[in-house]
């Protein structure tokens, strides 16, 4: 099934793409579902039970919160971040659903909607149970999905056959699963890889309507950036975590500063701390591909813009639609989820997707964008995710700063060589499926190992 590069980007709220965008889509589906079945008037009470990696970090992760938005027929792209916590309070201070916009039913959290940390459904660690019940208490309804990286969902009855929910197959002109076959496309269309991936997306959207949508997208990351570096003060969940952008901002664009070496570090580091702050604060982002990764792509593209010679828009579309077609590799051949994968899955995909991204933009060959994105990924491998308090905050905002330091210099690696190496990308991503495979389960986002037992809460 082709992938189209929007969905790996795609425009959302914090903290997580796996635990609330992903839980927003699919609850927004069910109640699609139960109106489309025309079970909404019948309707009494909905049951949510959420399993694995989702219970043990999902109240940390915003995943309550996105239940409780896409049941009232809320989504990831159109709610206003601003209006959250009044919506939330509503729902908690009635009792009360507001199913699909359209009909009000009781709605008892603490019994309604369920964390069973110690059961995982059968597929994915992310998974979901939706029942819908009447007024006799009998079942109208139910549906089981899992929610697999990246805001991707995906219902039960579509992994017995191994295939993502999607309504209607699209048929792509050069299909890829590899990264192999993507320069062997290439190498036979006499194309660069932004040209392919351009020519594949145009059997979703024009020509005009993808280089408008990315640019669109990156808007956004830009306007995410410079929210980052403006807001001050203590990120919410319980870490007390302090905002850092908006002082570092202040400090590099004082004129009295004395010259630092390395400032152009500094300045990547600052935009990559500025979405991450957002998202962890539940603002508007952009999965890149996820939304704990979400820092690494934007400032990439702002070092792009500002460090580099002449900067277009042109070089943004290249890089997004190259740095798309990395992403969808690691997608196809491992996955962008960090309760599959641990960490390498989300900030190490990030920072292979924006190597390749870069170096494209930046005009080098397929072979030498294919190289930058492999050595992205080569030293992230075994990245564990352990976030304290199953926030998205300690170490997944600093890590971001570190993926973008990571990709630009992986460009200016595999610029300095011609393309020629000796680890090929597919042999790195097979290498990171085994890698996760092999990783301990409390490695993998569920705060259960690594820095989440070992640091003190507060």
């Keep these: 099934m082709p992938i189209s590069v929007f969905e790996l980007f795609s425009i959302g709220i914090g903290p997580s793409s796996s635990h609330t965008v992903g839980p927003m889509r699919a609850t927004f589906k069910f109640v699609q579902d139960l109106e489309n079945k025309g ?13 694995g990696s989702l219970a043990l970090t999902g109240k940390g992760h915003g995943t309550d919160i996105a239940i409780l938005l896409g049941s009232e027929g809320y989504t990831p792209a159109g709610i206003d971040p601003d209006q959250i916590k009044d919506l939330i309070a509503k729902i908690r201070n009635s009792k009360t659903l507001d199913v699909a916009g359209k009909y009000t039913i009781c709605f008892h959290e603490e019994k309604d909607l369920l964390f069973h940390g110690d059961k995982q459904l059968p597929f994915h660690p992310n998974g979901i149970r939706f029942t819908a019940y009447d007024k006799e208490q009998k079942e109208l309804y139910s549906d089981v999905m899992y929610s697999v990286g990246g805001g991707f969902i995906i219902d039960h009855a579509s992994t017995l056959k191994n295939a993502e929910f999607k309504e209607d197959e699209i048929k792509v002109p050069y299909p890829f699963d590899t990264a192999d076959q993507l320069l062997e496309q290439c190498t036979k269309a006499n194309m660069t890889i932004a040209e392919l991936v351009m020519e594949n997306e145009k059997a979703w959207r024009s020509p005009l309507e993808i280089k408008n949508g990315l640019l669109n997208i990156w808007h956004v990351m ?14 919410p969940g319980g870490l007390n975590v302090k905002r850092r952008a908006a002082p570092l901002y202040k400090a590099l664009t004082n004129p009295d500063r004395k010259k630092n070496p390395a400032e152009l570090m500094e300045w990547v580091s600052l935009w990559a701390l500025a979405v991450n702050e957002e998202n962890a ?8 591909p996820t939304n704990g990764a979400a820092g690494v792509i934007p400032s990439v593209i702002n070092y792009y813009l500002n460090m580099t010679e002449n900067p277009s828009d042109d070089g943004i579309v290249t890089f997004m639609l190259v740095a798309g077609a990395m992403g969808i590799l690691f997608k196809k051949g491992a996955s962008i989820s960090a309760a ?9 995909v990030a920072c292979s997707m924006a190597a390749g991204g870069l170096t494209a933009a930046l005009g080098g060959s397929n072979r030498q964008v294919e190289n930058a994105t492999e050595i992205g990924m080569e030293h992230n491998l075994g990245l564990t995710c352990d976030p304290i308090m199953g926030l998205v905050q300690i170490p997944c905002i600093e890590r971001n700063t570190m993926g973008a330091v990571t990709a630009i210099n992986s460009m200016l690696l595999a610029m300095q060589g011609d393309g020629t190496h000796r680890v090929s990308l597919d042999q790195v991503i097979a290498t990171m499926l085994q890698t996760g495979r092999d ?3 409390i490695y993998k986002e569920t705060s259960l190992g690594g820095l989440a037992v070992n640091v003190p809460e507060c």
Aim: with cysteine; proline share 0%.
């Design 39 to 51: 079970f909404l008037q019948s309707l009494s009470r909905l049951k949510v039970d959420l399993y």
């Design 222 to 235: 830009q306007a995410c950036i410079e929210r980052g570096c403006q807001v001050e003060g203590i990120l």
């Design 281 to 288: 604060a539940g603002g508007r982002v952009v999965t890149a």
């Design 340 to 348: 599959e994968m641990g960490c390498m899955g989300e900030v190490g």
């Design 439 to 441: 990783m301990q389960t």
